[in-house]
């Protein structure tokens, strides 16, 4: 349902009163609607759509009617779900349809395999266009197609989380989705866009939202315990930890699937949807600049680095000049 345009003056005073609140919580229990809609979040590169086209197809085994929608603006959300296909996206197919004068069909945007149900919003070509203004468009149309009314018990939605961009942000903002759930690695910039995530829950949650954390996918681990610390600083679960092994890296570069009951990663993946399905949306506390730091080893981050603060002399450069004292000096007697 799209939301009404709201007076902007008492929308602007309802939202001062309920930041002043100082106990707003995230509701700690199962969601309430019978579709889980679910936004993925992680660093561009670390693995979101190879965890999400793996989870969705395991989910689809197990008797769910999975909707997976990519929300980035590469489109290669479903590539690994469709053998590496480009799967046509919303918003160019839309264009086309416009220009021909149709009107764009479910069919034409929505493809399936295995039991899943998948498409790409897509975005604009590079330089030409916003892609948080492409993801805002993808889902007006989505709505013209009906989303609401679709029948699916789960709804993954995968965003890029590494762009501050209100569009990127639509699941958190316009609480379209009921729980967060974030994937990472042991590296700081996986961490550092996860935290920044969590920061976005906690400021939309300030001015009435209600989503949440569910929980943290750590993928490529290598054991080393970064993103666990993190998960714990932050207080949220982890939902599953994905290894850093090379036939999961072999298969997902020859676009094929691991999660299937049918495959030796199939008990991973099968675990990892029933934490998904059971995790509750969380408030987690984003840690500061230094807290992140403080996850990782001194000698890989920069420990011990002092902020020394610029003279103007630094700034002037070879065009400094003696500045002529006001000070009275007085003669030795």
Known sequence: MKDEVPNLKSYDARLRREVSEPTLEVPQGEPTKATQIIAIYGK???GKSFTLANLSYMMAEQGKRVLLIGCDPKSDTTSLLFGGKACPTIIETSTKKKLAGEEVAVGDVCFKRGGVFAMELGGPEVGRGCGGRGIIHGFELLEKLGFHDWDFDYVLLDFL??????????????????????????DLQSLYVA????SAVEYFRKLGGNVGVAGLVINKDDGTGEAQAFAKAVDIPVLASIPQDDDLRKKSANYQIVGTQSGPWGGLFAEL?????????????????DDLLELFDGSEVGAGVVLEPATDQDMRGKNAVPKKSLEVVYDNA
């Open 44 to 46: 561009g590169g670390i």
């Open 161 to 186: 989380g590494d762009v501050v961009c209100g569009g990127f942000g639509l699941p958190i903002a316009r609480d379209m989705a009921q729980k967060v759930i974030l994937v990472g690695s042991n």
């Open 195 to 198: 935290n920044n995530v969590c």
């Open 273 to 289: 949807g029933e934490n998904v399905a059971q995790a509750v949306p969380l408030r987690p506390v984003a840690l500061t600049q």
